[in-house]
Nanobody, 127 residues
Framework: QVQFVESGGGLVQTGGSLRLSCAASGFTLDNYAIGWFRQAPGREREGISCISSTGGSTYYGDSVKGRFTISRDNAKNTVYLQMNSLKPEDRAVYYC????????????????????WGQGTQVTVSS
């Protein structure tokens, strides 16, 4: 099956860190830009960070800028999201998908342009 498999979520205290992984299954992600998204209970899914196919360009939403870092290892067919200084408001299910990575990514994106969605990984931050 062609999709991403997200992992690395869990329960962490405020101020803690987690590293999420987004592994491509059934395809190679070398030529794809990748976005990380999250969806909190009762809220729409939002784009929080993306990385170009080469890793040369990255963008972050204001809510995570300075705390989260996106990276990729094409040899491992995996994209990562290092999350530091976590806050209770970061609680959400986190997803990754392949699609455009532009400077406006966190402001708006077109869901139809993103593919290979996985099941997501739950992140919970206790206060």
């Amino acid at each position: 099956q062609v999709q991403f498999v997200e992992s690395g979520g869990g329960l962490v205290q405020t101020g803690g860190s987690l590293r999420l992984s987004c592994a491509a299954s059934g395809f190679t992600l070398d030529n794809y830009a990748i976005g990380w998204f999250r969806q909190a209970p009762g809220r729409e899914r939002e784009g929080i960070s993306c990385i170009s196919s080469t890793g040369g360009s990255t963008y972050y939403g204001d809510s995570v800028k300075g705390r989260f870092t996106i990276s990729r290892d094409n040899a491992k067919n995996t994209v990562y999201l290092q999350m530091n200084s976590l806050k209770p408001e970061d609680r959400a299910v986190y997803y990754c998908a392949a699609g455009p990575c532009e400077s406006y990514f966190s402001t708006y994106y077109f869901p139809a342009e993103y593919h290979y969605w996985g099941q997501g990984t739950q992140v919970t931050v206790s206060s």
